[in-house]
């Protein structure tokens, strides 16, 4: 939380709300925050309103959306499975990992002939980059780890559109 972030003392003190947590161990996304505050509906009864915290980065923002309040959304509206749909890819490129946090990667997902689907990395990952998003059918569930993982190796990717075909 930094210095200027009213936010939580906010939520808790005057809202008498619940943090349930206040960051994430993922990139892009640290800084998400998820709450509850309790309200009255109308009859009454105290119920308890849930508070999404996105980051303040572009992109940050897009990929925690996409994590935690669509599956949120879904859940609440009944919609099965929650969440994007979740796929094995081919990765089209060599891919460094974060050494400190797992890492969703904005990425373009193709089928080609051979029936499998083949991601490639829409460049740069910067939190404040939303430019990555500009063609990104996916997120690529990349592991925390040291080094890098090879092209032609399979990653999971969360689709966020519909796939392209090469």
Do not use: W
């Amino acid at each position: 939380m930094g210095e200027l972030d009213l936010l939580k003392p906010t939520i808790e003190r005057s809202l008498g709300g619940t943090i349930h947590f206040g960051r994430v161990n993922m990139k892009p996304g640290k800084p998400t925050t998820f709450a509850t505050v309790p309200v009255k509906d109308d009859h009454g009864n105290r119920v308890d309103k849930v508070i999404f915290s996105l980051p303040g980065n572009p992109a940050s923002a897009v990929v925690c959306f996409h994590l935690f309040v669509l599956p949120a959304l879904h859940a609440q509206a009944g919609i099965t499975p929650v969440g994007l749909p979740r796929v094995k890819v081919v990765l089209g490129e060599d891919v460094r990992m974060d050494k400190g946090r797992p890492e969703y990667h904005r990425a373009l997902v193709v089928t080609r002939e051979d029936g499998l689907m083949y991601a490639s990395s829409t460049g740069g990952q910067r939190s404040s980059k939303i430019g990555s998003f500009k063609g990104a059918n996916a997120l690529l569930v990349m592991p925390q780890g040291e080094g890098v993982l090879r092209k032609g190796e399979k990653v999971d990717a969360l689709l966020m559109g519909k796939l392209a075909s090469d």
